[in-house]
């Protein structure tokens, strides 16, 4: 009989959120385009209106680090929705939590990491420098390797880049375990949330983030069998409506300095609004859990995929056609098939083996007469 070994999946499976998950992963894609332009660290001549489909694609091109943030919230949202009862009763101890989050992130962060260790060198002999993250040294390979890139202790980034904004999300699982041993009141959230203004850098704001998601998630399960569910809902969308009108009536150059708060209190009241239940076709269903899933690994391949073909370009002599829609459309139909792939055949396979290895023997133990 197969052991389960992850927490009971609730009924609902937030396909909403999923599909706000892929949606911001598909931002972060078109963002880090011009990472194409780059000459070590700093873009060259770079023309922003010539990029492909800026015109349809510009809220995307400059939505910079605004989707980090809403992944955060999504993570948040999803932690609290799977797990707050689960750790405060006890039903799921450390070890298994850990486990669990783990074998999700670790075996991609490290292929990756090894990945871009193995290629930057090659890319340095020929140009003299590294493709946009120049901190590959010793020191910062091993705060990689612990998933502690960001943790303050850096010079900048390094390696696979983008991978700095999950270090800090594994700071926000340990402290999210532990204050669920003392309390999962949602006082909590408040509290830290209230902290993180008086805090700087994108460690207080992963915390409110994560934290305000939680809250829309404590919210969600409040009103599931309450009788003004729809009324709750409608409420939240105007909500999102206004909020939404707010935001897109600040010019780009003002919202800056608005943008933190403003997506604290959208970014929630989205995420309530899609959690409900959504019927839909087998196949469809099936398609966006497929391309939730593929997230986190497009996230982290990302920035080894446009590694490997700058150096491509860079061995053959060519120019990167940065300003052409086909080269555009090869990166990201490239990445996220490598992303689909490398999930169903080597994340998804890790994941189980190592939840296999590290899980089904405490299991076993527990369950054992006597």
Known sequence: MRLELRPTAPANK???????????????????????????????????????????????????????????????????????????????????????????L????????????????????????????????????LLQIFMASNWGLQSGHSFDGPSWSISIEVLVYICFFLALLVTRSWLLNLAVIAGCFNGSGQIAVCFAFFYVGGLAAIARRAIASARFT????????????????????????????????????????????????????????????????????????????????????AVAGMPIPLYDDTFFWIFIATTLLASYLVYRYFELPAQNLIRELLLRPRAAIATAPG
């Open 230 to 313: 729809l009324a709750a809902e409608g409420g939240a969308w105007s909500a999102v409506a206004i909020s939404t009108w707010t935001m897109a009536s600040f010019p780009r150059d003002q919202l800056g300095p608005v943008a933190f708060p403003l997506l604290l209190t959208f970014t929630p009241m989205l995420l309530f609004c899609l959690a409900r239940d959504i019927a839909m076709p087998a196949s469809i269903q099936k398609a966006v859990e497929a391309a939730g899933n593929m997230t986190y690994s497009s996230y982290l391949l990302q920035f080894p995929i446009q590694l490997m073909m700058v150096l491509g370009f």
């Open 106 to 141: 670790y075996p991609l962060h490290l292929m990756t990491l090894l990945l871009v260790a193995l290629l930057q060198p090659i890319y340095f002999d020929l140009n003299g420098h590294f493709f946009i993250y120049q901190e590959n040294d010793l020191r910062h390979f």
């Open 14 to 104: 937030l396909l909403g959120l999923e599909v706000l998950r892929f949606l911001t992963a598909l931002t972060i894609l078109v963002f880090h385009y011009r990472h194409f332009a780059f000459i070590a660290d700093k873009p060259v001549d770079l023309a922003n209106d010539r990029l492909p489909l800026y015109g349809l694609l510009r809220f995307f091109y400059d939505a910079e680090p605004y989707g980090v943030w809403v992944f955060w919230c999504i993570s948040g949202f999803i932690f609290f929705w799977k797990y707050r009862d689960a750790i405060a009763d006890r039903s799921i101890d450390g070890w298994t939590f850990f486990v669990l989050r783990l074998s999700r």
